[in-house]
């Protein structure tokens, strides 16, 4: 994982505020959201998040393959 367990789970309580930040941003600029709507967002951002921590890391593979030649 590119990030610890529990760094993880802060970013996401982060995403809390600032997802229901949007919303209020979003109905600002004439764009409703139902609260249906702002889980859903919620929900792809932490599955974003999610598949970026799973990811391997491309880059610190081809550092570590260098110094074994």
């Given at each position: 994982m590119r990030i610890s367990?529990?760094?993880?789970l802060v970013v996401i309580?982060?995403?809390?505020?600032?997802?229901i930040e949007l919303r209020t941003v979003f109905v600002h600029l004439g764009?409703?959201?139902?609260?249906?709507?702002?889980g859903l967002l919620a929900a792809v951002m932490v599955g974003?998040?999610?598949?970026w921590a799973i990811a391997p890391d491309i880059r610190g593979r081809?550092?570590?393959?260098?110094?074994?030649e």
């Open positions: 367990r529990g760094g993880l309580a982060v995403m809390v505020p600032i997802v764009v409703d959201m139902s609260i249906a709507e702002t974003a998040l999610l598949a081809k550092r570590s393959n260098e110094g074994s």
